[in-house]
């Protein structure tokens, strides 16, 4: 028996954009972007401002704005990071401390590779509300179980 979830993207096949917020249909369409500060010495700082976006410029950081104020833009097809080796690529990041702020890579990580966790994600501050995370541990928020819960009764 199938288990009914209320949900619109396709888990692990649709995201969405963190520019324009409109859905990113399938990986091959998305861009995993980030960027570098330059410090004094022409030297590059860990990556920060990791976001999942739709490969058009529209959606994409402006890298000459972005270098005018010293930071320096990296980014990849989408598709590179999702899937088994996805993981492998992004967990590397952490491993080889090539991030400046672990979380913002975990959250990518997240979204991802967790089924349910981007759509539910948009509901979160919802079940914040309704209390649904009174009393949470560390992980509840982030399990696969808690995403289809809050789909089907936080999502109108």
Known sequence: ?????????????????????????????????????????NAFRKGK???????????????????????LTADMHLDHYVGPDGLVYLLSK???????DNAEIVE????????YYEEALKYHNIAEEKGYFD???????????TSKYILNHYKK
């Open 1 to 41: 028996m199938n288990e009914y979830v209320n949900n619109s993207l396709e888990p692990l096949q649709q995201w969405y954009c963190d520019n324009c917020g409109e859905v990113i249909e399938k990986a091959e369409e998305g861009w995993l972007e980030w960027y570098r500060d330059i410090d004094k010495g």
């Open 49 to 71: 401002g990791f976001r999942i976006v739709h490969h058009n410029q529209r959606c994409m950081y402006n890298e000459k704005e972005l270098f005018k104020q010293n930071k």
């Open 94 to 100: 952490i491993q080889y401390d090539q991030v400046e």
């Open 108 to 115: 990518i990580i997240r979204r991802l590779h967790v089924p």
């Open 135 to 145: 009393g949470e541990n560390e992980v509840t928020r982030y399990t696969t179980s």
